[in-house]
């Protein structure tokens, strides 16, 4: 487990110290939805579907951070957003007012129908409890690492737990040419969940890095699928190094790649 980071040089220097505070970083988060600013890898994908009208499943869509860079940088067809967090949900519902695009989906997403409990840090503050949701993980002992890690304050940083229903996952209609995967500890349980839809339409997928990652690359390279990262705008195959976020692609659409 790693240090979280998503941006390089000077957005990055402005990012460790905005992340190395609770306090801080929760304001921030805030007013984050509101500047068309995302993780720095996903800047590669415009190039990638060059202006093709596109339809997306957004997995673990948060609190929209993710949906409204799409919708602001890509030629968005429909989104498809699943969120189980009530919280994130208003969110959402929020954004969706603004934009027909977006459809919500209030649920998590499993390869079975069934509940799981999930962990997430608080502080208090001038007698505020302040959720700190988009650190939500499935493993206790994952997110105390992970806080240990990013928070100088950590200490101060107390984990509650919610529980919540995930669904299986019905197939969609419509054809999708991009995932996004941001679970923290579900990855390989959403991707095996979500199959069908993968071997029918082969979209791109985004995965953030997790310990499965093997795993998931086991799985999807018998669906003809390999795995790069985004480094300086250009698509570089994936072996050990330490990414955020990991692209997969089909072999067929490999000649979207240029390198």
Known sequence: MNKSKRFSGFLGFIESYVTSNAIIYYFIRKLVIHLNLFEEDFNILNK???NKKI?????GA???VATNFFLKNLNVNYIYCYEPSKFFFKQLLKLKKKNNR????NYGLSYKTQKYKIYYPTLTIFGFNLKLISYSFYNMEELKSQIKLDFTNYKKIKIKNTLLKL???DTLNKKIDLIKIDVNGLEFEIVKAIEKQINRDKPLLVIENNSKLNEIY???KKYGYEKYFN???KFHRHKN???LDIFFIHKNKSTNISN
């Not at 339809?55 to 997995?59: A, L, Q």
């Not at 977006?102 to 989906?105: D, E, R, S, T």
Request: proline share 0%; glycine share 4%; charged share 20%.
């Open 241 to 243: 190094q330490n990414k």
């Open 167 to 169: 669904y299986k996952y």
């Open 231 to 233: 480094h300086n705008k």
């Open 55 to 59: 339809n997306i499943i957004d997995i």
């Open 102 to 105: 977006i459809i919500l989906k």
């Open 48 to 50: 990638y579907f060059n």
């Open 218 to 220: 086991v799985f999807l």
């Open 62 to 64: 948060s609190d929209g």
